[in-house]
């Protein structure tokens, strides 16, 4: 088991990373959601319903809470790299400096979302933060995450960790988040991610 001191440091290495590779990483993703990405936000909205309140974790440049508040939904923005909340506020932008290991979540919310962001907590410490995660959420509120397939994790500045789908399937489940949908695909690098939306029931 990790402790959260390690956990913190690996985060810091993380967060530092993506500080150095903001700007290259917005022109990668654009300006838009890709037409997939698109469909599974939509499908988290037809379970939130209109005008739902969501946590987005690591939002980023925030083309997802673009996208989500243009289908009515109301978006909290955060993220842990301060180069990222530049970018959003220089739009016009509310962004909050958020942790997704240290700091408490708020709530309660509609939905969450996570997308791209899960494969950089340490396997150990993934347990509690989807129990942070379910109790941010109403009953009956969603959460969506994607993550890499496979095992191990990478290692380096990044540090991606992998999972296998019954594996992070049990987590969820042990969270109380139990799956309603979930998807996978293989992006354009050949890369495989799943991607699942859970529902907190009680």
């Avoid at 654009?30 to 690591?58: D, I, K, N, P, W």
């Avoid at 400096?97 to 907590?121: E, R, T, W």
């Avoid at 993934?126 to 290692?155: D, H, M």
């Amino acid at each position: 088991m990790t402790d959260l001191k390690s956990d913190m440091a690996n985060s810091n290495r993380i967060i530092q990373s993506y500080e150095e590779y903001a700007k290259e990483y917005s022109e990668i993703v654009g300006t838009e959601v890709s037409q997939r990405t698109a469909e599974t936000l939509q499908r988290m909205v037809s379970f939130t319903g209109l005008g739902a309140h969501m946590l987005e974790v690591g939002s980023g440049p925030g083309i997802e809470a673009d996208y989500l508040e243009s289908l009515g939904a109301v978006v909290r923005r955060t993220d842990a790299t301060r180069a990222f909340l530049a970018m959003q506020v220089e739009r016009g932008k509310n962004v909050d400096l958020l942790n997704i290991i240290s700091d408490k979540l708020g709530g309660p919310y509609d939905g969450v979302l996570a997308l791209c962001v899960l494969i950089h907590v340490d396997r150990d410490h993934t347990a509690n933060v989807l129990k942070k995660i379910r109790n941010a959420l109403r009953p009956g509120g969603v959460f969506l995450v994607s993550l890499r397939e496979g095992q191990g994790e990478t290692g380096g500045g990044f540090n991606t960790i992998f999972w296998e789908y019954d594996e992070f399937i049990a987590h969820l489940a042990a969270a109380d988040l139990h799956v309603r949908w979930h998807d996978r695909n293989t992006d354009h690098e050949g890369e495989v991610w799943l991607t699942f939306l859970a529902e907190r029931q009680l």
